[in-house]
């Protein structure tokens, strides 16, 4: 929260302090949550409120550490990393062009595995057979809503625009003896 609101409910909370009604109706919801805590047996009334609520002297909130949470924030479960290329066949195949839609691509090739937004930015990513040889899979990349960019390896995705990934490079030739090594040439300076 902001410090004004902060402030806000401060003073809120100092001016009704002492309000006899705003501390029964306080002591009322405590109770409900104790019992639905279980704190109080179902069988046993819960303790009535004190018949002359004593003045609570105001608390410095500023001063006061916040509380730690009880329980951990749930997270989403990890999606595992790909061990080895699983080859991909699809009949959704076809090439994109710049300012079509994400509703164009996706009447075209389907839905992706995953979409992220950020801002004005879409990124729709879809299977190519090749996530871990590759890195990553083919992404479509979309600025308010149309395509402007793809990075495709699959042979049924296109992209008839220019695209900013290259062509993935074909391994070298076998290895050469010795390995890649790195020769400096001397040179002799007097």
């Known amino acids: ?7 806000m409910c401060a003073l809120l ?4 302090s002492g309000c006899k009604q705003i501390t029964e109706q306080v002591q009322k919801i405590k109770d409900k949550i104790a019992a639905a805590r279980q704190r ?20 410095d909130i500023a001063a006061t550490p916040p509380e730690a949470p009880k329980k951990p924030a749930r997270q989403a ?7 080895r290329d699983v080859p991909y066949e699809s009949p959704d195949t076809g090439t994109i ?6 509703r164009d691509v996706y009447s075209l090739w389907g839905p992706p595995i995953a979409v ?13 057979g090749c996530e871990f040889t590759c890195g990553t899979e083919d992404v479509v990349f979309l600025q308010n809503g149309k395509v402007v960019d793809a990075v495709l390896r699959w042979p049924g995705h296109g992209y008839s625009g220019q695209s900013s990934s290259p062509f993935a490079t074909p391994p ?8 890649d090594t790195l020769t400096v040439k001397s040179s002799s300076t007097p």
């Open 1 to 7: 929260m902001r410090r004004s609101t902060l402030l």
């Open 13 to 16: 909370t100092i001016a009704t």
């Open 40 to 59: 109080v047996r179902p069988g046993q009334p819960a303790q009535p409120a004190p018949a002359t609520p004593q003045p609570v002297p105001p608390k």
């Open 77 to 83: 479960p990890a999606v595992p990393l790909p061990a």
């Open 97 to 102: 062009a710049p300012d079509m839609s994400e």
């Open 116 to 128: 992220r937004r950020q801002g004005d930015m879409t990124f729709l990513y879809y299977r190519n």
């Open 172 to 179: 070298h030739g076998p290895a050469r003896p010795g390995g």
